[in-house]
């Protein structure tokens, strides 16, 4: 069934949706997603999306204690799970940061509360009223949204459908177990070669996670993303480390990652920053027209009273906007003692969150949450408010550089958590749409796992930091109070942390590194404004800027699975045709358009079981690591070479492929008909640079 046929629930159905067992079993799976995440961000500096995982143990728990479980009661749970999932994303970025530039000495938790309520329902808010420009006018794609729905439903009917989304999740948690877990084999492939004085990079990040994304997105915005990424590493890093010198490092990869973190990731915030300017002022009359329609409704429009799309009510929304903008000016009142500044960071925040949770929700939209890149809109905000705090904090108030960072950091976390829940609620609402959820039910949801999330979020954090420190940096400065007498020391033989033992928390330490590099006059301008200028020139050129945008700020190596699956996709759904119609030269009949469309909607399937699989055994293994189980050194594995790592995620590609392709007509054989495609893919493509001659 596609889009276009309507939910798989119809509106005239009233279903259970939001019953007291979804409620209950929500907040529980919420709180869990909400502390295994918080972890693995700050042990790997990513966290992996919970709607598939949780939309997978809402059915596994609900349907093995009750029989007269809804689809739409299984979205509810997975809604709330997933909600606290993102939020600690927003959070684990920016709040440690804190304990990086030694403004705390350990998380405090009513602040920590504070910032992850006030953000986490500003985003949810604003997200609200953008549902309809995103999800039902643009119909952007939201891959883990589309394969969430794929989820529910195959669960829902059972069937083949089901049998075939089994087999996918297993092969996908076999997947993860081995790469995550026993750490077999690699979980990234990558090399650097010198030539000259400059180097050339490849690699890629071995996930079938990503190449699912890639199929579910297709060809055009996966080769988009991956542009972008080969605009960043084989253009830009090569270019600055032949003008500027490459960094010492343990390898040339390593050396050429060094050089994109320090420097070309910020053309691609400069570049994010100028495409979500362009991208919300090229929509200002549908914004403007979806906003409009959602505060008055004609009463003669018959869409807006039909049960999938009753929104919460725009008045009450924007209510309690108000409300939240005026409980942050207090917070930030409280905190900094600075009437000013407080009001200017209140009004700064509301217009800023609501710029960034438009450019999370529509990012989320092309390439899926758990790829959005919420540190490089954490990023953008910085350069924002350090702008803002300089302004008012130093030139006007006079405040001391402590003070400066630390506002600072109050209104970047906020943004921050906002931009992190308004990629997720997007998803999940494009879930709902599909299968046919009240959306006023499924925000109250939304709530109720942003509300759970706030509470748990502080003490995980607080707990992590205790037990092994939440960075190097800040393990170092504990371990010096300590020799000071400042703190006490630990329950250790010397009394001291192990430094080696910290977590790494990436982003925590970048975002400390700007906050301090800004106020001492040391901040990476150029290659924003440049990315801002290349963005210009992308416009210029009418291309999507803000997904060339996002594969120049995520390394290579995660837009090429992502460009792979948009490839499967591709030739998949060309092999439909050509054992359909016997040609690709001309317009493709209905008849193959529907095999084409029944051979996607399989790969679809598959790709979610895939991404479920992966993500469950990812916070799986970020419990087992916090109860301190490392399998692989329980086991004795080691490590196959990267040829071997390269293989073995082959072999997984095939299956993918094989897999998907069990819906194509029968009479043809699968190599031939995928060689033939490409073949006609790449002389178009060529043919495509050829002028015309007349």
């Given at each position: 069934m596609?889009?276009?046929?309507?939910?798989?629930?119809p509106?005239d159905?009233?279903?259970?949706?939001?019953?007291?067992?979804?409620?209950l079993?929500?907040?529980?799976?919420?709180?869990?997603?909400?502390a295994a995440?918080?972890?693995?961000?700050?042990?790997?500096?990513?966290?992996?999306?919970?709607?598939?995982?949780?939309?997978?143990?809402?059915?596994?728990?609900?349907?093995?204690?009750?029989?007269?479980?809804?689809?739409?009661e299984?979205?509810?749970?997975?809604?709330?799970?997933?909600?606290?999932?993102?939020?600690?994303?927003?959070?684990?970025?920016?709040?440690?940061?804190?304990?990086?530039?030694?403004?705390?000495?350990?998380?405090?938790?009513?602040?920590?509360?504070?910032?992850?309520?006030?953000?986490?329902?500003?985003?949810?808010?604003?997200?609200?009223?953008?549902?309809?420009?995103?999800?039902?006018?643009?119909?952007?794609?939201?891959?883990?949204?589309?394969?969430?729905?794929?989820?529910?439903?195959?669960?829902?009917?059972?069937?083949?459908?089901?049998?075939?989304?089994?087999?996918?999740?297993?092969?996908?948690?076999?997947?993860?177990?081995?790469?995550?877990?026993?750490?077999?084999?690699?979980?990234?492939?990558?090399?650097?070669?010198?030539?000259?004085?400059?180097?050339?990079?490849?690699?890629?990040?071995?996930?079938?996670?990503?190449?699912?994304?890639g199929?579910?997105?297709?060809?055009?915005?996966?080769?988009?993303i991956?542009?972008?990424?080969?605009?960043?590493?084989?253009?830009?890093?090569?270019?600055?480390?032949?003008?500027?010198?490459?960094p010492?490092?343990?390898?040339?990869?390593?050396?050429?990652?060094?050089?994109?973190?320090?420097?070309?990731?910020?053309?691609?915030?400069?570049?994010?920053?100028?495409g979500?300017?362009?991208?919300?002022?090229?929509?200002r009359?549908?914004?403007?027209?979806?906003?409009?329609?959602?505060?008055?409704?004609?009463?003669?429009?018959?869409?807006?009273?039909?049960?999938?799309?009753?929104?919460?009510?725009?008045?009450?929304?924007?209510?309690?906007?108000?409300?939240?903008?005026?409980?942050?000016?207090?917070?930030?009142?409280?905190?900094?003692?600075?009437?000013?500044?407080?009001?200017?960071?209140?009004?700064?925040?509301?217009?800023?969150?609501?710029?960034f949770?438009?450019?999370?929700?529509?990012?989320?939209?092309?390439?899926?949450?758990?790829?959005?890149?919420?540190?490089?809109?954490?990023?953008?905000?910085?350069?924002?408010?350090?702008?803002?705090?300089?302004?008012?904090?130093s030139?006007?108030?006079?405040?001391?550089?402590?003070e400066?960072?630390?506002?600072?950091?109050?209104?970047?976390?906020?943004?921050?958590?906002?931009?992190?829940?308004?990629g997720?609620?997007?998803?999940?609402?494009?879930?709902?749409?599909?299968?046919?959820?009240?959306?006023?039910?499924?925000?109250?949801?939304?709530?109720?796992?942003?509300?759970?999330?706030?509470?748990?979020?502080?003490?995980?954090?607080?707990?992590?930091?205790?037990a092994?420190?939440?960075?190097?940096?800040?393990?170092?400065?504990?371990?010096?109070?300590?020799?000071?007498?400042?703190?006490?020391?630990?329950?250790?033989?010397?009394?001291?942390?192990?430094?080696?033992?910290?977590?790494?928390?990436?982003?925590?330490?970048?975002?400390?590194?700007?906050?301090?590099?800004?106020?001492?006059g040391?901040?990476?301008?150029?290659?924003?404004?440049?990315?801002?200028?290349?963005a210009?020139?992308?416009?210029?050129?009418?291309?999507p800027v803000?997904?060339?945008?996002?594969?120049?700020?995520?390394?290579?190596?995660?837009?090429?699975?992502?460009m792979?699956?948009?490839?499967?996709?591709?030739?998949?759904?060309?092999?439909?045709?050509?054992?359909?119609?016997?040609?690709?030269?001309?317009?493709?009949?209905?008849?193959?358009?529907?095999?084409?469309?029944?051979?996607?909607?399989?790969?679809?399937?598959?790709?979610?079981?895939?991404?479920?699989?992966?993500?469950?055994?990812?916070?799986?293994?970020?419990?087992?690591?916090?109860?301190?189980?490392?399998?692989?050194?329980?086991f004795?594995?080691?490590?196959?070479?990267?040829?071997?790592?390269?293989?073995?995620?082959?072999?997984?590609?095939?299956?993918?492929?094989?897999?998907?392709?069990?819906?194509?007509?029968?009479?043809?054989?699968?190599?031939?008909?995928?060689?033939?495609?490409?073949?006609?893919?790449?002389?178009?493509?060529?043919?495509?640079?050829?002028?015309?001659?007349?």
């Open positions: 596609s889009e276009l046929d309507g939910p798989y629930i509106a159905e009233q279903p259970l949706e939001l019953t007291l067992r979804a409620i079993v929500g907040i529980v799976l919420g709180v869990l997603m909400t995440n918080a972890y693995l961000g700050l042990y790997a500096g990513m966290t992996v999306s919970a709607s598939i995982p949780a939309a997978v143990m809402s059915m596994l728990i609900l349907r093995s204690m009750f029989k007269d479980v809804s689809i739409l299984n979205n509810a749970v997975q809604t709330m799970a997933s909600a606290g999932e993102s939020l600690a994303a927003g959070v684990i970025f920016t709040v440690p940061a804190m304990l990086v530039i030694g403004i705390w000495v350990e998380i405090q938790w009513f602040p920590t509360l504070a910032i992850a309520l006030l953000g986490g329902l500003l985003g949810t808010m604003f997200t609200i009223a953008l549902r309809r420009l995103f999800i039902v006018e643009e119909a952007l794609p939201y891959p883990e949204g589309v394969a969430c729905r794929e989820v529910l439903v195959a669960g829902e009917e059972g069937g083949s459908g089901a049998l075939a989304i089994v087999y996918a999740l297993g092969i996908g948690a076999l997947y993860g177990l081995m790469v995550k877990g026993f750490k077999v084999v690699h979980s990234e492939a990558e090399s650097a070669f010198e030539v000259f004085k400059t180097r050339i990079y490849a690699g890629m990040d071995l996930s079938v996670a990503l190449l699912s994304v199929f579910i997105v297709g060809i055009r915005i996966a080769s988009f991956f542009l972008g990424g080969v605009i960043g590493y084989a253009i830009l890093v090569p270019l600055v480390g032949f003008l500027n010198g490459w010492q490092s343990d390898t040339l990869a390593k050396g050429f990652y060094t050089l994109w973190l320090e420097q070309v990731r910020y053309v691609g915030v400069g570049a994010m920053v100028v979500g300017i362009y991208t919300l002022w090229s929509m009359k549908t914004i403007f027209t979806g906003l409009k329609k959602s505060f008055v409704q004609n009463d003669s429009d018959d869409e807006y009273h039909l049960r999938t799309e009753k929104d919460l009510p725009m008045k009450w929304v924007a209510m309690v906007c108000g409300i939240l903008v005026v409980l942050t000016f207090f917070f930030y009142w409280y905190i900094t003692g600075s009437l000013i500044l407080s009001l200017a960071g209140a009004l700064f925040l509301a217009i800023v969150s609501f710029f949770a438009a450019v999370a929700g529509y990012i989320a939209g092309v390439v899926g949450s758990s790829n959005s890149p919420v540190s490089g809109m954490t990023i953008a905000t910085l350069l924002f408010t350090v702008g803002l705090v300089w302004i008012v904090g030139y006007f108030l006079g405040l001391g550089q402590e400066l960072m630390y506002a600072t950091l109050l209104i970047a976390a906020i943004v921050a958590s906002s931009a992190a829940i308004a997720d609620v997007m998803q999940d609402l494009k879930t709902g749409h599909m299968v046919g959820a009240t959306p006023w039910r499924q925000q109250i949801a939304e709530i109720v796992g942003v509300i759970t999330g706030a509470f748990v979020i502080g003490p995980t954090i607080a707990l992590l930091h205790k092994f420190q939440i960075s190097s940096t800040a393990c170092i400065a504990t371990n010096e109070r300590i020799v000071a007498g400042v703190q006490e020391p630990i329950d250790t033989p010397d009394g001291f942390y192990n430094c080696n033992d910290a977590l790494f928390a990436p982003q925590a330490e970048l975002i400390g590194a700007i906050v301090k590099g800004a106020f001492a040391d901040i990476n301008l150029p290659m924003v404004f440049l990315g801002a200028a290349l210009v020139v992308l416009i210029r050129l009418s291309m803000m997904s060339v945008a996002i594969g120049i700020y995520l390394p290579l190596k995660l837009s090429v699975p992502i792979l699956g948009g490839i499967l996709s591709s030739l998949a759904i060309g092999s439909a045709y050509l054992r359909v119609d016997g040609t690709l030269d001309r317009e493709p009949s209905k008849e193959a358009k529907q095999a084409a469309y029944e051979v996607e909607s399989r790969g679809v399937l598959i790709g979610a079981g895939f991404i479920a699989g992966e993500s469950i055994l990812g916070v799986l293994i970020a419990v087992l690591i916090v109860l301190n189980i490392n399998l692989d050194e329980v004795g594995i080691n490590e196959l070479p990267q040829s071997l790592s390269l293989l073995f995620f082959a072999w997984f590609v095939g299956v993918f492929l094989w897999l998907a392709t069990r819906a194509l007509p029968s009479g043809g054989n699968l190599g031939k008909d995928i060689l033939t495609t490409a073949s006609h893919a790449l002389k178009k493509f060529v043919r495509s640079f050829i002028p015309n001659s007349k």
